[in-house]
């Protein structure tokens, strides 16, 4: 069983950053990848971001390369998500995810999800 927190959403301006973080507990924390989804007002969840076991291999889609950062510490059994130059249409509630697969994470490989943190970003 894993459990996973996130924390760091608010409300931020257009332009600006923000940085999730994923607390999971159990000791096969290391033994997951790890991931990022999205899921805005009236909209089906999405992939954000995606990074392996050994935090060597990540994936990204769309209009996050480039702004978006994943990072893991697997001492700290904590998954990081780094976002610059945030938009208004990256406003959703963004979900920790852990999956045995790899970093080409399908939102039916997530064995287990946060609760979700809100992400706002303002015009």
């Known amino acids: 069983q894993v459990q996973l927190v996130e924390s760091g959403g608010g409300l931020v301006q257009a332009g600006g950053s923000l940085r999730l973080s994923c607390a999971a507990s159990g000791r096969t924390f290391s033994t997951y990848a790890m991931g990022w989804f999205r899921q805005a007002p009236g909209k089906e969840r999405e992939f954000v971001t995606a990074i392996n076991w050994s935090g060597r291999d990540s994936y990204y889609v769309g209009s996050m390369k480039g702004r978006f950062t994943i990072s893991r510490d697997n001492a700290k059994n904590t998954v990081y998500l780094q976002m610059n130059d945030l938009k208004p249409e990256d406003t959703a509630v963004y979900y920790c995810?852990?999956?045995?697969?790899?970093?080409?994470?399908?939102?039916?490989?997530?064995?287990?999800w946060g609760q979700g943190t809100q992400v706002t970003v303002s015009s």
């Open positions: 995810a852990a999956s045995k697969g790899t970093a080409s994470m399908k939102i039916h490989d997530v064995e287990y």
